[in-house]
């Protein structure tokens, strides 16, 4: 087999896989990994999980389409467990992250039109990442995303992540057209940014006195990643609208849009939609993810082993002469060095086993799964310390 028949939109490293079982991966000649990446913040209750399996088969065996047409117990099932989570009583289930970011978006015109803002502008975060669709490039950050694209959606207004001056003057600048502020509560993309309590709650706040949307991107951070169902929990605050995707299919497919009564209520019938969107076998899955979520107790384990991951990369590794910072919260973390590190993703493969990510070039990126053992904390602690003493 080969790659020639794929567009090169990928580097992917030489490694194939052929399965997986809870957090252990094995390539095609047989050999064992530890999978600290999870398929970037994908499959966080384990690979193959029996009751994600099960779910999966039973499903395919008795329904796995019949389109928005006809109403889908799933779908009703999951946007009821989802609502009861987030405090956001609506949901618009989509495939992807990307769409489940155009749908907030599409609902921040619509919420800008009705206070009578012709031009309705979102307020979006440099460093941002929202996805690939050219309105979600246009709310992200970075040149190297876009480039050779042309010109984007114009309603995003860029402002530096974490100042509330750049925030007082955008407001100043451009208050009257503002419809909603963006975000990532902990920038994934960019390198393992966290938003602090005091910044989410002065935005809060701000949205609230100015009439704007609070729209949280939780895709990369929702769903039990940061030791809670959404990092803005950590925070105390309600956001109005919240995207989710990766973690809530563990690798089916799936996104949504949660948004509080009366802002997903700005949709009328007819006014958005999607073929596959809201499917049993998606929705199904996704309500399996939540219930074995809770009955394993996995945030209680995010936190507990995100605690400990953080503790013991911060005394372990974080003195060493390439590490400028770890930071992270739960089981999202990001290990900065002084120097671009790309190479440490296949080495740390090739020589110890552990798979790992690197984003922006210089940030050592961990997502492992939500059920990850002390003894795997240890091993993934000791491995990179190992390869930075080498590099
Ligand atoms: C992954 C990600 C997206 C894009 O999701 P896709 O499913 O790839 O479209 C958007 N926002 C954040 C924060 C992400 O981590």
Request: proline content about 4%; glycine content about 10%.
């Amino acid at each position: 087999m080969s790659a020639h028949h794929l567009m090169p939109t990928y580097q992917p490293l030489p490694l194939m896989f052929s399965h997986g079982r809870g957090t252990r991966l094995w390539d095609t000649a047989g050999r064992e990994y530890l999978d600290a990446l999870a398929g970037v913040a994908v499959t966080s209750v384990g690979h193959s999980h029996p009751d994600v399996v099960a779910a999966i088969a039973e499903q395919a065996g008795l329904l796995l389409h019949t389109s928005n047409l006809y109403a889908i117990d799933w779908q009703q099932r999951l946007g009821a467990k989802l609502a009861e989570k987030s405090g956001l009583a609506l949901a618009f289930f989509n495939n992807s992250g990307a769409e489940a970011n155009e749908t907030a978006l599409k609902l921040a015109r619509l919420h800008g039109h009705s206070r009578g803002i012709a031009k309705p502008l979102v307020v979006v975060m440099d460093n941002a990442f929202h996805g690939r669709t050219l309105a979600t490039l246009a709310a992200s950050d970075g040149a190297h995303l876009s480039a050779g694209l042309g010109q984007l959606p114009g309603d995003c207004i860029k402002i530096r992540f974490g100042d509330l001056d750049a925030l007082a003057n955008v407001t100043q600048a451009f208050g009257q057209r503002i419809a909603a502020v963006l975000l990532e509560p902990i920038q994934g993309e960019s390198g393992v940014h966290v938003a602090s309590t005091a910044y989410l709650r002065a935005l809060r706040e701000h949205c609230d006195n100015h009439g704007w949307l609070l729209m949280l991107d939780e895709i990369q951070t929702g769903i039990g990643r940061t030791g809670q169902w959404f990092a803005y929990q950590h925070a105390g605050i309600q956001p109005d609208v919240v995207t989710l995707a990766k973690a809530l299919g563990n690798g089916i497919p799936i996104g949504a849009c949660l948004a509080s009564t009366t802002v997903g209520r700005l949709f009328t019938p007819g006014s958005h939609g999607s073929t596959f969107g809201g499917n049993p076998l998606a929705c199904r899955v996704g309500c399996t993810v939540l219930d074995i979520i809770e009955r394993e107790q996995l945030l209680e384990n995010a936190t507990r082993q995100g605690h400990a991951l953080l503790g013991r990369l911060r005394s372990e590794v974080g003195s060493l002469p390439a590490v400028k910072a770890v930071r992270g919260m739960g089981l999202m973390i990001g290990v900065e060095l002084d120097r671009p590190c790309r190479e440490l993703m296949q080495r740390a493969a090739q020589e110890h086993g552990l798979l790992i990510n690197v984003t922006r070039g210089t940030t050592i990126r961990l997502l492992p799964p939500l059920t990850l053992d002390d003894a795997e904390v240890q091993r993934i602690v000791g491995t990179i310390r190992a390869l930075l003493q080498a590099l």
